[in-house]
């Protein structure tokens, strides 16, 4: 598993490349309105920027080293390859670790963590790009809220516990919009079939599948949800239809202009993994072979 990341995800420039694009969900999430406003924000306010760097480093979200997908492959620690053995009921003795298990620990892992440096910074600017959206936006919202700082005056807060309450509400809405976008590769997220030791080889690299189609189904239930009750500019709405824009339509325009096949660097999970079971069932060998290269 570990040797099949080095060679699938972590060599793979074009992987990193395209996984940079995982960005765009912000657009998806909380518009292009919203993302210029940040940008402008913390190119504006340079101490606000760092604090916030700091707030996503303290939180936790960032992979120092190991990328989510190594860690869903082989894990993030070093698995404990020296057991004990307790023989006569008495004596305990050690067993020292295979040459198997010590190449494992000592070559395989470090060459994955090597190898995976690239897609560890693409992961990290993807989460850092959700969080510091994040946190300006729910910052923004609540700060020029007459309605919400009147209600603390009214409970007797000062203006400094209100700058507080509303950095505090900002940073839990950053987190939490993160680990949504970007979704959570503990085994606690896991399918239970994932979680089997047959079913880490089988479904290796299949969770962020899963997730991505999970969150494009709500996508699509809520917008569902939104049209039928006669709301066709609704919020949720709305996020379908900028997913729409934002992984097909602004792909086609821009190879049309440029003539670079860019929907081959938007990656959309859920649309690829369609195309390829198409292939699969109804294409003939070349074209299951280019459906899945790699």
Known sequence: LGMEFVSKLGLNVRGSIRNSTQALLNIVEMGPVMWGKSKLWYSTNPQEAAKVDELAKKAGLL??????????????????????????KETVELNKPSKFQNFEKNVVRNLAHTAGGLMRRVENFNRMSTFKLGYYKMFNELSNSTMYTNSLKDKGMSDAQIAKDIESRAYNFAIRTTSGLHFDYSSYSKAKALRHPVGRVLGQFQHYGFKFLEYNTNLAREAKDDILAGHIGGDRAWKAYRMGMTYFLAPTLASAVTGVNWANLVEHNTKEKISQLFALFTGDDEEIQKAFYG
Not at 72 to 80: F, N, S, V, Y
């Open 63 to 88: 992979f120092e080293e190991a990328t989510p997908e190594l860690a869903e492959t082989i894990g993030a620690e070093p698995i404990i390859t020296t057991k004990l053995k307790l023989t006569d």
